[in-house]
């Protein structure tokens, strides 16, 4: 589905490659601009055309800015294991590592010079959040980073032309990750009109998200959601005369990115310009045409080796085949002699903590919707205990209800049909895996309880219970 507004759209056919791609994460300079797809950087002129890929990487790419020269381009990417700031020509070449943080990285801007990257990092912050990030820079020739005495933020933007305005952005992720946010981390925007250090946070009482605060012409621009919509508006630098600029009525504006003459956009999978020179109004934004070729890489099937993906396993109680789960999905499988099983809806539901009862079924947790009667189903937020026969069946024999709250460690009697449940609500529960029958065992006002296990004859269960904070001990439980 495309935006319902009225944008002026260029039609290039013979551009037209293999589909059309998600282009997200602009940059701009000179006419010349870079975007994200598949991971990966593009590049295409302003007025549109066919799309040239820059990078071939093995891992993910971001936050792509030009400096100010058009010269270089900054990224973050995990060629090399976590994010890290990196450095190519703009025309293409080989990445350069500037960093080795291990922590979220993303680059924010340039210094006027074009001799520094300026990036956030939560490398020091206690947290790992990106809102508790910090703004650093790195010379583009290597060598230690500088923290800029700025606080925390997400965001930094400095006004040019000899203009000494500083904006800052804090908890400033994309409004569109959780739409129409009024929390108390929604985005704040600080300002520094005469780089003093005296920053005036704008717009307390405006009851939405703004994000991206940027300069462009003396005015400060933003993408906020307070009319429903995430768009950009502008302001002076006090705040004042606030402007709606774009008029996006179905998705969220994203990531807009200027060089000081022209102003670039994503919306909804497409990049999107906004002619300066006209008044506002929806007639200004237009859609760059790209001519998009990939293989689609991403999109392709792909196979796994199963054993590198197992998540829990458990041996049958005859010690002739083995119930496992990998990738979501549960399966048995005989030791010695035939083929793996899948047991239970063969895509879309996922499987978790199989077990296998005295007499030879299989059970499990799902998230399918219940399936008795064919009618009764649960809520999607809620799981099921599932219990299979020694067949392999898209749908159990049985299914029954769990307790509140996520379960935690299962443990199954060797001689009962009956299972032991730890949850997240630090409660013990027996459940009947004939009957669905649930009896609450005990309960913690500490920490969740742990490793349950029945005796051998399965008439006791033991298990770990906090005391204190500190102080935990064994109980066991007479059946």
């Not at 054993?307 to 999905?329: C, F, N, S």
């Not at 809620?382 to 209800?401: A, I, K, M």
């Amino acid at each position: 589905m495309k935006s319902k507004t009225k944008f002026s759209k260029k039609l290039l056919p013979s551009l037209n490659g293999t589909g059309q791609g998600y282009f997200t994460q602009p940059t701009i300079s000179n006419k010349q601009i870079i975007f994200v797809c598949e991971n990966d950087l593009w590049q295409v002129p302003l007025e549109g055309g066919r799309a040239q890929r820059l990078t071939s990487s093995r891992s993910e790419t971001h936050s792509p800015v030009y400096s100010p020269n058009g010269q270089w381009i900054a990224c973050c990417t995990m060629e090399e294991g976590e994010h890290d700031v990196y450095l190519m020509e703009s025309s293409g070449g080989p990445l350069q590592r500037l960093t080795w943080l291990n922590s979220v990285t993303h680059i924010v801007g340039w210094s006027h010079d074009g001799q520094y990257i300026w990036f956030r990092s939560t490398h020091q912050a206690v947290h790992s959040r990106g809102s508790d990030a910090w703004i650093f820079r790195v010379s583009i020739n290597g060598g230690p980073i500088e923290r800029l005495p700025y606080g925390p933020a997400m965001t930094v933007d400095l006004q040019v032309n000899g203009k000494k305005g500083v904006v800052l952005g804090r908890n400033t992720l994309s409004n569109s990750r959780w739409k129409r946010y009024r929390g108390g981390m929604a985005g704040e925007i600080w300002v520094d009109k005469n780089n003093s250090g005296d920053f005036k946070r704008l717009f307390r009482d405006l009851q939405g998200n703004p994000v991206s605060p940027f300069w462009l012409r003396e005015r400060l621009w933003f993408v906020s959601d307070h009319d429903g919509i995430g768009n950009l508006f502008s302001c002076t630098p006090e705040g004042g005369r606030l402007r709606q600029e774009t008029f996006q009525k179905e998705y969220y504006v994203r990531f807009p990115a200027t060089d000081g003459k022209a102003l670039i956009y994503h919306v909804g999978g497409e990049l999107l310009t906004l002619d300066l020179e006209e008044k506002s109004g929806p007639e200004r934004e237009t859609l760059i045409p790209i001519g998009w070729h990939s293989t689609k890489t991403r999109l392709q099937r792909r196979f796994f080796y199963g054993d590198e993906y197992w998540e829990e396993t458990m041996i049958h109680p005859q010690g002739h085949e083995v119930a496992l789960t990998a990738r979501g999905k549960l399966f048995s499988m005989p030791f010695w002699e035939q083929a793996v099983r899948q047991h239970g809806i063969r895509d879309g539901v996922r499987y978790r903590m199989p077990c296998w009862l005295p007499n030879g079924k299989l059970a499990a947790i799902s998230d399918a919707p219940l399936k008795k009667n064919k009618t009764k189903k649960l809520s999607a937020m809620e799981e099921q205990l599932d219990v299979f026969g020694s067949t392999p069946t898209e749908f159990p024999d049985c299914s029954h209800r769990l307790p509140p709250g996520r379960m935690q460690e299962i443990a199954v009697s060797p001689r009962f049909q009956h299972l032991a449940l730890t949850t997240s609500r630090m409660e013990l529960f027996l459940i009947n895996a004939e009957t669905g029958r649930i009896s609450k065992l005990d309960d913690s006002k500490i920490r969740e309880i742990s490793d349950p296990v029945f005796s051998p004859d399965g008439r006791w269960l033991a298990y770990t219970k906090h005391l204190s904070l500190e102080l935990t001990a064994i109980f066991l439980l007479d059946l």
